[in-house]
């Protein structure tokens, strides 16, 4: 890998890890690439404040149109780029929505995946490769904490697709010498998370309760226990992995696990509100099948990455109320809603 302006490809760059990971990326003196697919609307929000940043003026940003189920414009694109470190961020990446789009899911999650790799593998390109496993590999979790050797029990299309995409670069890893790994990332948040995820639908409404903007909540199930920690410290982790001697996968989680209804407790308490007097139960986001618990053992990557979490679960819920408060401030007055960017 070049010492001077090294190269990086990401895909999902307009995601919430993927614009979190740019900034990390830039701020490292890297040229950053990234790959989004071309729509009627623009959807780089969350990376448009790069283009502005004085401090940046020693690394650039490119961003070029494509799509994980295109394999003539991946190869293109490295062949053209020539990235020092590949970043496979982008998939479908709702749980709930890839029991309603399977095949997509699978396409774009799991098949884009091996086009990636096996684009390495033809054209001679062959940077260091992180692929975004997730925590929902372990599903119906078969020991708790999870770690690197826990077995994995899927419990969604979108976990299925995970596991393939998971196997398949360990296998390329092992069958062509490739420089690839897996991060298997816990449940991590901010406040550029998604509307459609769970803790930031709970923190933007607790915005737009509080400034008189909305009145209910529809959730599923609240007694699911999940990790979370905070996105911008696991992107980091992501890039220690490339940095690595050696190739290898990771388990990165806090080691601590709570609930949908104490994320309730804390998000609805910061601003003063009862959560139990807007949240109504609807089935209709409740999964086919549940994955109950998740808590990972993030021992591996202290070890040998010396990496760990420092946000805690209670700072973190603090950090996304107060944007999204923000947000509804700007709401409120008649401002043009942008979404939360800290």
């Known amino acids: ?137 372990y599903g119906k979790v078969q020991e708790v904490p999870q770690t690197e050797t826990t077995p994995f029990y899927p419990r969604s299309p979108y976990a299925c697709a995970k596991a393939y995409a998971f196997h398949v670069t360990r296998n390329y890893r092992e069958a062509y010498g490739l420089f690839a790994v897996n991060g298997i990332l816990f449940n991590h948040e901010s406040p550029r998370r998604g509307e459609t995820f769970v803790t930031r639908k709970i923190t933007r409404a607790v915005g737009r309760i509080k400034l008189g903007l909305q009145e209910k909540l529809y959730l599923g199930n609240l007694d699911a226990r999940r990790d979370w920690g905070y996105a911008p410290e696991f992107v980091e982790a992501m890039w220690m992995m490339l940095q690595a001697e050696t190739p290898d996968d990771y388990v990165i989680a806090t080691g601590e696990t709570h609930s949908v209804r104490e994320f309730l407790d804390h998000a609805f308490g910061h601003a003063d509100l009862d959560w139990a007097e807007h949240v109504e139960l609807d089935p209709r986001y409740e999964r086919p099948s549940e994955v109950d618990l998740l808590i990972g053992d993030p021992a591996k990557a202290k070890r040998e990455l010396d990496w760990e979490p420092r946000v805690k679960f209670a700072e973190l819920v603090r950090i996304m109320v107060e944007a999204d408060l923000e947000v509804a401030r700007r709401e409120a007055h008649g401002l043009t809603y942008q979404g939360a960017s800290t």
């Open 1 to 137: 890998m070049s010492d001077e302006n090294p190269r990086a490809l990401v895909t999902g760059i307009t995601g919430q890890d993927g614009s979190y990971l740019a900034e990390l990326l830039l701020s490292k003196g890297y040229e950053v690439h990234g790959i989004i697919r071309r729509s009627s609307s623009f959807n780089t929000q969350r990376l448009d404040h790069l283009y502005q940043d004085p401090h940046q003026t020693d690394a650039r940003l490119y961003l070029h149109y494509g799509d994980l189920t295109d394999s003539s414009v991946l190869s293109r694109l490295l062949l053209e780029i020539e990235p020092d470190e590949i970043y496979n961020l982008g998939a479908q990446s709702h749980v709930r929505t890839s029991f309603d789009l399977p095949e997509y899911t699978a396409e774009v999650t799991g098949l884009g995946t091996v086009r990636l790799l096996d684009a390495m593998r033809e054209t001679g390109v062959q940077p260091r490769f992180y692929q975004a496993s997730s925590s929902e590999l």
